[in-house]
T-cell receptor, first 116, second 113 residues
Framework: AQSVTQPDIHITVSEGASLELRCNYS??????LFWYVQSPGQGLQLLLK??????LVQGIKGFEAEFKRSQSSFNLRKPSVHWSDAAEYFC??????????????FGKGTHLIIQP | GAVVSQHPSRVICKSGTSVKIECRSL??????MFWYRQFPKQSLMLMAT?????????EQGVEKDKFLINHASLTLSTLTVTSAHPEDSSFYIC?????????FGPGTRLTVT
């Protein structure tokens, strides 16, 4: 069965510093991978997704992620964080083979704290 | 992006009663919607896939008689928690399927007393 691991429950980063959130997946076939952000009172917002092709994916709000099949990883990065980036971040993989429009298996999430 | 709403945003009910949660896609038609459950400080767990005009598909371990799903139109899916108990207290989130992506609602906080 597929699974997603986000090893960091909390991460604290100073405003303006770079950020990397880790995500490892377990999936038998080619994975469809996603990063979502969850802010209080708002629905999950899609930051970016990987289906195929270029392994470096650009997303919204200045985020990017790199798919590394050899490491089963899909880490999220941002070169300079802003206080508004404080939120919960979830990595997810499509549960079945239907791609991004199927139910998702989520990691436990990483809570990002931004220090002034 | 597309907008998905949920109603109510919060609900408190007594043990043994039933609660209905609505999920609407406001600006597109969704033949498929998903229901997730999120415990505090936990991940989202897929509960079921709701298909317009047909029976929902439940994930393993989810009681279909407790969590009734009805997808009556292309813009509305409902989740009814029947005979709710305190252990059903959770955050319920729906999403609506669009081509190659799904859009999430803001969630409904259910508290069963």
């Amino acid at each position: 069965a597929q699974s997603v691991t986000q090893p960091d429950i909390h991460i604290t980063v100073s405003e303006g510093a770079s950020l990397e959130l880790r995500c490892n997946y377990s999936y038998g076939a080619t994975p469809y991978l996603f990063w979502y952000v969850q802010s209080p009172g708002q629905g999950l917002q899609l930051l970016l997704k990987y289906f195929s092709g270029d392994t470096l994916v650009q997303g919204i709000k200045g985020f990017e992620a790199e798919f590394k099949r050899s490491q089963s990883s899909f880490n999220l990065r941002k070169p300079s964080v802003h206080w508004s980036d404080a939120a919960e971040y979830f990595c997810a993989v499509a549960k079945y083979s239907g791609g991004g429009a199927d139910g998702l298996t989520f990691g436990k999430g990483t809570h990002l704290i931004i220090q002034p | 992006g597309a907008v998905v709403s949920q109603h109510p945003s919060r609900v408190i009910c007594k043990s043994g009663t039933s609660v209905k949660i609505e999920c609407r896609s406001l600006d597109f038609q969704a033949t498929t919607m998903f229901w997730y459950r999120q415990f505090p400080k936990q991940s989202l767990m897929l509960m079921a896939t709701s298909n317009e005009g047909s029976k929902a598909t439940y994930e393993q371990g989810v009681e279909k008689d407790k969590f009734l799903i009805n997808h009556a139109s292309l813009t509305l899916s409902t989740l009814t928690v029947t005979s709710a108990h305190p252990e059903d207290s959770s955050f319920y989130i729906c999403s609506a399927r669009a081509p190659r992506v799904q859009y999430f609602g803001p969630g409904t906080r259910l508290t069963v007393t």
